[in-house]
Every structure is written in C-alpha cells, then in structure tokens.
T-cell receptor, first 111, second 113 residues
Framework: DQQVKQNSPSLSVQEGRISILNCDYTNSMFDYFLWYKKYPAEGPTFLISISSIKDKNEDGRFTVFLNKSAKHLSLHIVPSQPGDSAVYFC??????????FGTGTRLQVFP | DVKVTQSSRYLVKRTGEKVFLECVQDMDHENMFWYRQDPGLGLRLIYFSYDVKMKEKGDIPEGYSVSREKKERFSLILESASTNQTSMYLCATQLPSKRAEQFFGPGTRLTVL
C-alpha cells in the first residue's frame, strides 16, 4: 500500500517556465514532508521541507505547498533551469525519523 | 559537510552468493538507514539503526540483514543473493531529531546474475 504517491512519472518543462511536481498521501498522521532531488549515479539530496502546521515554505526558486484537507503536496520551481533536470522524490514522516518516500517524478527542463 | 561513502559503486554477484554492502559516514550521526531504489517503486526502507548494535526492520527486510558494530559503519548483508535483489542500494545518515534531513551516499548498483 503506497502511502505517498507521485502519479506523474515524468514532466517536461521549458527553461524559464514554472515546474510543478505533485505528491499525494493517504496517512493523515504525517506531520512533516520533504522533497529530495536525485541526479543519475548520485544519492538523493535534500531540497526543501515543510511542517504540517504550515501551508507554504519558500527557499529561493523552490516553494513547497501543503494542502492538508486534500492530502496533497506540491513543489514549484520558478524559473526552471536545465540543471534542475533530475528525479524528484517527496517523502513524509509521522513523528519519527523514518521517512516514507514516493515513487519519484523525472523532470526534464529543455532550452 | 556530511560525507557518506559506500564501498562499491557497481557490483555484480551470482545467485546464492553472500554479499556485503558497506556504508561509512564521517559526521558522527547516530541514525543510519539502508534503502533500495527500483523504477516505479521509489525508495523503500530495508533496515535502520539508531545506535551501535541496534537495528530495526524497515518495510522490506526479507532476505537482508545488517550489522552496526561501530557508529560510523553500517553494513547490509544479503545472505544468499537472488535475482530479485538486483537494485540500487542507498545508505543514509541522520542526526536523531525528528525534523532532521537524511544525507545519502552515492549508491551501489548491484546486479545479481
């Protein structure tokens, strides 16, 4: 049973435009959410996080939005750059250090 | 900077072999994790450890065991490798705070023939 789902396996966006990556979850007990970025042949790297007491967190070009009623999380990248091309994983936790990861979305940013 | 290293980037083994995957970190983090990454399945937790000699099962521990004799080193053991264990294996470390991010190693691509 996949508690964290990323329903779009891939996304293609033109450089300079907005990239929106989506994540849905089923467990209403999740209280902390993270996004990781993964390049080929490298381990995932932490990008941005949000606590369930907030609905938005921003860090430079990256903004994460949380809609608890819809159990939906999204990552916005504005403006998108070719270096943003990677696989993005959302992850969630319930009061613990254990993370539950989604299946990933491959983002391609083209010139 | 946290540095997490994994013993091999690529490994090819035969069915039935015993396989050791090593992970070493230099930041004195208490928590260490082993995941496998498969297409369409994301990252799935195999085992984790909160301290030396402590281990807990993750979501898919079958066919695996772990060892943590020293704080900086966390080993994943495949007692008898099978073809369905062909995967990318990722090690991660974390400070023991429920809000702390996890730091990942570069991964080991294991192929079992």
């Amino acid at each position: 049973d996949q508690q964290v789902k990323q329903n779009s396996p891939s996304l293609s966006v033109q450089e300079g435009r907005i990239s929106i990556l989506n994540c849905d979850y089923t467990n209403s007990m999740f209280d902390y959410f993270l996004w990781y970025k993964k390049y080929p042949a490298e381990g995932p790297t932490f990008l941005i996080s949000i606590s369930s007491i907030k609905d938005k967190n921003e860090d430079g070009r990256f903004t994460v939005f949380l809609n608890k009623s819809a159990k939906h999380l999204s990552l916005h990248i504005v403006p998108s750059q070719p270096g943003d091309s990677a696989v993005y994983f959302c992850a969630a936790s319930v009061h613990t250090d254990k993370l539950i990861f989604g299946t990933g979305t491959r983002l391609q940013v083209f010139p | 900077d946290v540095k997490v290293t994994q013993s091999s980037r690529y490994l090819v083994k035969r069915t039935g072999e015993k396989v050791f995957l090593e992970c070493v970190q230099d930041m004195d983090h208490e928590n260490m994790f082993w995941y496998r990454q498969d297409p369409g399945l994301g990252l799935r937790l195999i085992y984790f450890s909160y301290d030396v000699k402590m281990k807990e099962k993750g979501d898919i521990p079958e066919g695996y065991s772990v060892s943590r004799e020293k704080k900086e080193r966390f080993s994943l053991i495949l007692e008898s490798a099978s073809t369905n264990q062909t995967s990318m294996y990722l090690c991660a470390t974390q400070l023991p705070s429920k809000r702390a991010e996890q730091f990942f190693g570069p991964g080991t691509r294991l192929t079992v023939l």
